[in-house]
């Protein structure tokens, strides 16, 4: 996890690397790229007013879609419109990841092209559940007497604003439609001033139907042109509401056939974008692809839907957002499995995995990762029932704010379980400003306080070389005495005395391993038998990996097998530096998992050193020869089953 010397100098890291991190800050972006892993199609289906609604479809791929609900409605037109009906609906991720804005023109068709006012806004926190406000831009907002309709809102977040910007095209009466914008108030339930005017083609003409996307700091405007020859256009702005757009006169529309409602996302993962539009002549949509938003390919016959779609939006969405999605309205029978691995959304590294018998719940304590050059300062724990679903239960310690002697480089976390004077205690062990330090808690979830003071401070005696840091703690089931391991180029140990947070005088040692041994010590118990488990190379290569040994001790001397390779990575499905470990039981069965850390899939690999500290947390299956040996763990893409 760590570096042996600061002075290494990085290799330049490529815009894949970039787009991983908060640029400005270098700290982990609110949804990594590496999660997004699906795709919600938000779209209604037709003019009849029950087709005008709110439905869901999904993708794994970008390319083949599925509705859900049986196609029929997720959101009820009748409880959020004042019409009775929605169309053009458009979903907005937010800045914090985790809020989901949503616009829709409130209309029924029936009542004429010309009858609507409103728009709706609504928001939500897991795509299930929505709040809702209607907006009547005639009755809000003086001078609209002659206001004709509202059509097709869509929201972005202007950065140079810090605000939502809702941008929706209307008309006057005796005029074209424009293109205007109002920024919504922070509860996003309506809008903050009147709407101004944000873009009208040169030629004066009519336009509807805006979606925005930026790109390398440019903002591409698509739009239909209403007059003269219907069709998409684009036009490009380096800031929002300057006025000063660059036109391109060009169609970018790839038919003949009468188009409306584009809409353009970028593919997971990938530089290629999607730009869709509905042939609503044809009842279809039509897909072309792009690399530059200028010139376009038709991808017709690569995409499949069971359902046809009016004017709507696709957002990424990661493997949590599907799940949740599809626990509510089903999972599709051809939509492809799933896979598990990594377990954890974001980017985590030396993962640590306890059982608690307080809870009955599984619990994993790793590095928050994703900051440049391990500069972290706050640990977070996960838990679980199942090994596959994991629940973010937020920070457990905060180094800046709850540690004065190490404030800075929290990394590698270990835990024990233990029951004292009959009440479950939870010792932490954690890593700060390179010293060993822990802290204590009730519960396995905090909150944890810390003692006050490193419990590991220096090197110990005779080791010239290495950190003091990746601790492991182990109580041997044969005596009930708990061990302290740490050590980076080196493998140390110390008897914890009955305290837990001190370490008994006289019992420090250190362990011969091999030129192998790098980092990251892991203790595991087996039929009288003792296992360590460490890493090997830099968690900046992608041949890192686990080695382990055996021993008659929790203290050594290790045998080490000829072939002692726990897990390492497998190129021909791009993953790579799989390593530093903590191993799991399952309650009274011999039944073992690996929890391990490698470079986030498929983008760290193309980071260069940054890949060391953009990694991602998996598990897979850990198992033993007949003879006690380890089987090597295969990693994989699928995970684990979900446990019964």
């Given at each position: 996890m760590k570096k042996l010397k600061f002075s290494l100098v990085f290799l330049l890291l490529t815009s894949t690397f970039l787009q991983a991190q908060d640029k400005a800050k270098g700290v982990p972006p609110a949804v990594a790229d590496k999660d997004l892993t699906a795709y919600l199609f938000v779209y209604f289906i037709g003019n009849k007013v029950e087709e005008e609604a709110v439905n869901y479809a999904v993708s794994q791929d970008g390319y083949h879609y599925y509705s859900l609900n049986g196609n029929k409605p997720v959101i009820d037109s009748k409880a959020i419109s004042s019409t009775g009906g929605v169309r053009d609906p458009h979903?907005?991720?937010?800045?914090?990841?985790?809020?989901?804005?949503?616009?829709?023109?409130?209309?029924?068709?029936?009542?004429?092209?010309?009858?609507?006012?409103?728009?709706?806004?609504?928001?939500?926190?897991?795509?299930?559940?929505?709040?809702?406000?209607?907006?009547?831009?005639?009755?809000?907002?003086?001078?609209?007497?002659?206001?004709?309709?509202?059509?097709?809102?869509?929201?972005?977040?202007?950065?140079?604003?810090?605000?939502?910007?809702?941008?929706?095209?209307?008309?006057?009466?005796?005029?074209?439609?424009?293109?205007?914008?109002?920024?919504?108030?922070?509860?996003?339930?309506?809008?903050?001033?009147?709407?101004?005017?944000?873009?009208?083609?040169?030629?004066?003409?009519?336009?509807?139907?805006?979606?925005?996307?930026?790109?390398?700091?440019?903002?591409?405007?698509?739009?239909?042109?209403?007059?003269?020859?219907?069709?998409?256009?684009?036009?490009?702005?380096?800031?929002?509401?300057?006025?000063?757009?660059?036109?391109?006169?060009?169609?970018?529309?790839?038919?003949?056939?009468?188009?409306?409602?584009?809409?353009?996302?970028?593919?997971?993962?990938?530089?290629?974008?999607?730009?869709?539009?509905?042939?609503?002549?044809?009842?279809?949509?039509?897909?072309?692809?792009?690399?530059?938003?200028?010139?376009?390919?038709?991808?017709?016959?690569?995409?499949?839907?069971?359902?046809?779609?009016?004017?709507?939006?696709?957002?990424?969405?990661?493997?949590?957002?599907?799940?949740?999605?599809?626990?509510?309205?089903?999972?599709?029978?051809?939509?492809?499995?799933?896979?598990?691995?990594?377990?954890?959304?974001?980017?985590y590294a030396?993962?640590?995995?306890?059982?608690?018998?307080?809870?009955?719940?599984?619990?994993?304590?790793?590095?928050?990762?994703?900051?440049?050059?391990?500069?972290?300062?706050?640990?977070?724990t996960f838990s679980s029932d199942n090994l596959v679903d994991w629940k973010d239960e937020g920070v457990i310690l905060d180094l800046k704010k709850e540690v004065p002697w190490g404030n800075r480089n929290a990394w590698a976390p270990c835990i024990v379980e233990k029951k004292i004077k009959g009440k479950y205690k939870y010792f932490y062990y954690f890593t700060a400003a390179q010293?060993?330090?822990?802290?204590?808690?009730?519960?396995?979830?905090?909150?944890?306080?810390?003692?006050?003071?490193?419990?590991?401070?220096?090197?110990?005696?005779?080791?010239?070389?290495?950190?003091?840091?990746?601790?492991?703690?182990?109580?041997?089931?044969?005596?009930?005495?708990s061990y302290l391991y740490w050590g980076n180029m080196y493998m140390a140990v110390a008897e914890l005395n009955p305290d837990m947070v001190s370490l008994k005088p006289n019992t420090q040692k250190i362990i011969a391993v091999n030129n192998s041994?790098?980092?990251?010590?892991?203790?595991?118990?087996?039929?009288?038998?003792?296992?360590?488990?460490?890493?090997?190379?830099?968690?900046?290569?992608?041949?890192?990996?686990?080695?382990?040994?055996?021993?008659?001790?929790?203290?050594?001397p290790l045998e080490i097998p000829e072939n002692n390779i726990v897990i390492q990575g497998k190129p021909d499905e791009e993953i790579y530096a799989t390593g530093h470990n903590s191993v799991l039981q399952i309650p009274n069965k011999d039944e073992w998992y690996i929890v391990y850390h490698r470079f986030s899939y498929p983008t760290g690999i193309k980071m260069g050193d940054a890949g060391g500290f953009h990694r991602e947390v998996c598990i897979d299956k850990l198992e033993f020869n007949a003879d006690g040996t380890i089987k090597q763990v295969v990693p994989t893409h699928k995970g684990i089953e979900s446990l019964k």
């Open positions: 979903i907005l991720r937010g800045e914090d990841g985790k809020t989901f804005y949503m616009v829709l023109t409130d209309m029924t068709s029936s009542k004429g092209w010309d009858s609507n006012r409103a728009m709706v806004l609504l928001k939500s926190t897991d795509l299930v559940n929505w709040k809702s406000n209607i907006v009547n831009i005639q009755t809000t907002f003086s001078g609209n007497e002659n206001l004709k309709r509202v059509w097709a809102p869509q929201t972005i977040y202007d950065a140079k604003a810090g605000k939502y910007m809702i941008y929706f095209s209307m008309q006057h009466a005796g005029g074209p439609d424009k293109i205007y914008y109002a920024y919504a108030n922070k509860d996003f339930t309506a809008l903050e001033g009147e709407p101004k005017l944000l873009f009208v083609p040169k030629s004066g003409n009519a336009c509807i139907d805006g979606d925005i996307i930026e790109k390398n700091g440019e903002y591409h405007l698509f739009y239909k042109t209403e007059t003269n020859t219907p069709g998409i256009k684009v036009a490009v702005t380096k800031d929002l509401t300057s006025g000063n757009w660059i036109e391109n006169d060009n169609y970018l529309q790839q038919t003949k056939d009468g188009v409306e409602g584009s809409s353009v996302f970028k593919l997971n993962n990938s530089d290629e974008y999607i730009l869709m539009y509905d042939v609503y002549t044809k009842g279809r949509y039509q897909f072309t692809k792009t690399k530059d938003l200028e010139n376009f390919s038709v991808i017709d016959n690569d995409i499949s839907m069971d359902f046809n779609p009016r004017h709507g939006t696709i957002l990424p969405i990661t493997r949590s957002e599907l799940k949740r999605i599809t626990d509510k309205w089903g999972t599709p029978e051809k939509f492809p499995k799933v896979n598990h691995n990594p377990v954890l959304e974001g980017y030396d993962p640590e995995i306890l059982y608690s018998n307080k809870t009955k719940k599984y619990y994993i304590y790793p590095t928050s990762d994703g900051f440049n050059s391990w500069s972290g300062y706050y640990f977070k010293k060993v330090g822990v802290a204590v808690s009730d519960n396995p979830t905090g909150p944890f306080k810390d003692s006050g003071k490193a419990i590991v401070a220096q090197r110990p005696e005779g080791i010239k070389d290495g950190q003091e840091i990746d601790p492991d703690v182990f109580t041997d089931p044969k005596t009930g005495k041994f790098r980092e990251g010590t892991y203790v595991i118990y087996r039929n009288g038998k003792y296992y360590f488990f460490w890493s090997e190379d830099d968690t900046r290569s992608p041949k890192y990996k686990v080695r382990y040994g055996i021993s008659n001790s929790p203290t050594g």
